[in-house]
């Protein structure tokens, strides 16, 4: 009988897609193993396969680029780090085709400024720690004209963290409206250097 050290054997410790395992848990089955820890519903199992599929060679580093579009923003966020670290063309290819299509999403979504849109370039603002997203979603903040986006961005003005408060604040500034910003002074959400400097 042929024996195949990729696939997980009744007799392994954790059998490949059973139940999902703790991060702690001993899963065996090589690059199949990698690939149904990746399609577990806890971020925390998908983040270490990441950091195992590299061991993988090529076949490895296909499944970190597919993880860029992982629904878990934390997936996402580790697959990005894993592959500004590798050497590979298409590694590198990967990142820049996902920052153009970041790019054209986060304009398309600035300028449909609905609520949701608002919420996922503030979100952005804290999953993305990095100067190329704050530069970009200060740029296409400024793209947002709706009455409803608008307010939202209010919104974050008075009760988003400091990053997101501080980005709402130059967007207030850019519009010149003086109102809003002074009530947010009033408030503590920003400070008055912020609000009104040149």
Known sequence: MAFNCDRPRSDDVVLGNQTPSPIT???LGGLTGVKHRLASPL???RIAAL?????????GLDLVILALKDP???????????LQNQPEPKAKQALQEKFTNRYDTFVAM??????SDVDFLMEALEVDENTATYKLVDFVLGLVNTARGKDRIKYYLFNGTQMQRNYAALF?????????LTEAVKLGCIDRVQAFSK
């Open 172 to 180: 207030f500034k850019r519009i010149k409206n003086r109102d809003v």
């Open 51 to 59: 950091h195992e599929a590299l061991k993988y060679g090529d076949a």
């Open 72 to 82: 878990f923003w934390q997936v996402r966020k580790v697959a990005d780090r894993l």
């Open 110 to 115: 600035a300028k449909n400024g609905s609520v």
């Open 25 to 27: 848990a001993a899963v």
């Open 43 to 45: 971020v925390e199992t």
